[in-house]
Nanobody, 123 residues
């Protein structure tokens, strides 16, 4: 059972990046997925969430209108499209999966985590 986050890299402020979270060893259909991020010296914070069938999405206020989460269950993959990036978006981005949760962004409620992918936004 594994989640593989990819797509990070160096991007200029104002640019875009698409992250992918691919699952192996289990079917993502039954799992809600969230993206978290952690910047140096800061706590991990929730960024975006999507329910198992994709009917519900949720975004942290600081990414609303800029980031879009989506999923392709046929490809067992969830995406995070990030637009209008700023240096404050620089962080390691993690995807995580859960079947049962009470909150969108409680890390302890997520069962599986990807290894993280670094996004660096230059000014």
């Amino acid at each position: 059972v594994q989640l593989q986050a990819s797509g990070g890299g160096l991007v200029q402020a104002g640019g875009s990046r698409r992250l992918s979270c691919a699952a192996s060893g289990f079917t993502l259909d039954y799992y809600a997925i969230a993206w978290f991020r952690q910047a140096p010296g800061k706590e991990r914070e929730g960024v975006s969430y999507i329910s198992g069938k994709g009917g519900t999405t949720h975004y942290a206020d600081f990414v609303k209108g800029r980031f879009t989460i989506s999923r392709d269950n046929a490809k067992n993959t969830v995406y995070l499209q990030m637009n209008r990036l700023t240096p404050e978006d620089t962080a390691v981005y993690y995807c995580a999966a859960t079947q049962f949760h009470n909150y969108y962004f409680a890390p302890g409620e997520y069962d599986y985590w990807g290894q993280g992918t670094q996004v660096t936004v230059s000014s």
